[in-house]
């Protein structure tokens, strides 16, 4: 090859090196600038505490509502038996022990009630990472494997916090209370 035209070669080189190098250059502004224009949002997602105390406080109260109901419907039938037949015997054992279930599963709704608080603030939590990890282009699912995280336990977070709901309790109560803590 002519001395001309490596020159020309290594001129047109160049040129096309420092065409990428430009559009580069502007990827990674535009890049920046949409990561910055994201970020407030995923740092909320991060620092979200979860539901709110007025979310919390209407979830607790529907969830013993409904079970201080059922409870009180149980007592209420026992009552009226025991008006209808006028035969109060078996009455005030089976208030105390009606009273009894109803503790329990009070307390068992508040405990699921703190469970799900706790597992919306993480959800939210892992969503604002994963939005982060992708936003600079990490790959969490592989990190995760990489890390030694089997795929089957990404989700199991999320599947927990789907636990029995309240739709589930009233249904024990159709089949009577004594099976609800069977």
């Given at each position: 090859m002519s001395r001309g035209a490596q020159q020309k070669t290594q001129q047109l080189t160049?040129?096309?090196?420092?065409?990428?190098?430009?559009?580069?250059?502007?990827?990674?502004?535009q890049g920046q600038q949409d990561r910055s224009a994201l970020l407030p949002g995923i740092e909320q997602l991060i620092n979200n505490p979860g539901y709110?105390?007025?979310?919390?406080?209407?979830?607790?109260?529907?969830?013993?509502?409904?079970a201080r109901t059922a409870?009180?419907?149980?007592?209420?039938?026992?009552?009226?038996?025991?008006?209808?037949?006028?035969?109060?015997?078996?009455?005030?054992?089976?208030?105390?022990?009606l009273g009894r279930q109803q503790a329990q599963n009070l307390s068992q709704q508040a405990r699921q009630n703190q469970i799900?608080?706790?597992?919306?603030?993480?959800g939210q939590r892992m969503a604002g990472l994963n939005a982060l990890g992708q936003t600079y282009g990490v790959d969490t699912?592989?990190?995760?494997?990489?890390?030694?995280?089997p795929p089957e336990l990404l989700n199991v977070q999320e599947?927990?916090?789907?636990?029995?709901?309240?739709?589930?309790?009233?249904?024990g109560l159709g089949l009577g209370a004594a099976s609800l803590f069977g």
């Open positions: 160049q040129q096309q090196l420092a065409s990428q190098n430009q559009l580069i250059s502007q990827a990674n502004q709110t105390p007025a979310q919390q406080s209407a979830i607790t109260q529907e969830g013993m509502g409904t409870f009180d419907a149980l007592r209420e039938t026992a009552a009226n038996r025991v008006a209808r037949t006028n035969n109060a015997a078996g009455y005030g054992a089976l208030d105390s022990e799900q608080f706790a597992n919306e603030q993480i699912n592989l990190l995760g494997r990489a890390m030694g995280v599947q927990a916090s789907k636990g029995p709901g309240i739709g589930t309790f009233l249904g």
